[in-house]
């Protein structure tokens, strides 16, 4: 493996002084199952390595009142392990962290990490984007908060400035809200995915949805909104009367690009299905499968 | 950079300097002689090198040496209790689940850990939770078997002390 020094600092003090003094040169480690193999793959090359799991008040997961925060060292099951009681999360993020890496994996890896990682085809990204998570920031200049869709630049790039931390995630809990996850991959488990769309809705007057959120990924550059999608349903009465409309529309606006997995006309074709399929799901008319 | 580095391996305290850059799996195998842990494919993809760290299963082939200050990290090395072989030990002997054997360490470290938390699982629920493990011989029907076997072991107490 590429040689380099590891730190390990008590406190966040510390640990942004040796981020903003080692500048580019360092990066902070969490779980480390991304960044370790990156090393020894030498697609990452820093000299410095600051490990967060010591600074105390990085790894809470609190989940009270009206949201969710998840310290930025919180491994990815232990996540999966707070939400396992909550109907809406579990449609949305706890689908999504199913398909992330494997079971052992996520005993390691932490939420702070894959986001920090900015991997955007992560299949836990469009049900966190979804629900509206915000993040908060550490750095010398004192604490930040972001949305999550501010914090996510691209692939592989954040809003992190020079020595700033991702400190905390914050998940709101979505009062009457119900929500659907529909991915379709490579392989039934694992592989890369080459359409996710997740969704948040809440049940509003005359059958129709008070609030509507959705997201799709891995189909463009970054996860996106499908703001068309969530404007058709808005003014469907009842919102199921709207689903065949949303999906078309969802296919045209989401962005889609072509790559070594997929074309963009295929994502197109399955995102329509995954979106009308999910939206079957979460306003509760069944359908096809 | 060498780091001091205090920690309970099998229930044994060790207190080494290490480099930054040594993972736990070289650690373990190269400087320990702990060699249950094998280095398979080095990238957290075949489990082989898995170990429980302060009871919870993980990759040590991703890990750091130096991360494991004050830590308890446990083998396969760990599991008998003497003579005694661990039921997911027995179990997997009793349902012929070791084939070339590569894998299995890193199975029964999972298993161990996934049967204490569900001690009446579903096939699926086994299926699921070893699929970050592979095995080259394929010999998947019997690992299942056996650490389906194994829950029933554990859930049955001893009849001797």
Redesign the interface.
Known sequence: ??????H?PQSLSEATALLAQHGAAAKP?AG??DL??H??ERRLKPRH?V?L?RIPGLDHLTAEGSELRVGAVVPL?ALERAIAGDELLQATVGAGLRQM?????R??ATLGGVLANADVTADLLPPLLALGTTVALHGPGGDRVLPLDEFLLGASRTALGAGEILREVTIPRVAGGRGFFQRLGLKR??GPPLVIVAGVLVPGPEGGVARASLVAGAVGPRPARLPQVEQILLAARPAVSGIEQAAAAGAGEAGAVSDLWATKEYRQEILEVLLRRGLQAALGTGGDR | ?K?PLGVTINGVPYDRVVE??R?LLDFLRDELGITGPKKGC???DC?CC?VLIDG????SC???A??M?GRQVTTIEGLARGDQLHPVQEAFIRCGAVQCGFCIPGIII?AKAFLEEHPNPTTDEVI??I???LCRCTGYLQIVDAIMAAAEAMRVPPQHA
């Open positions: 493996m590429y040689g380099f020094d590891y390990a480690l480390g199952t370790i193999l090393l020894k390595l490990d799991k099951r890496k494997s079971p052992t994996l005993n390691r488990v694992g | 950079m780091h930054s850059r993972t080095d990238a957290g489990g898995m919870v299963p993980m990759h991703l890990i750091l130096a991360e200050e999972t699921e939770a699929s970050g493990h």
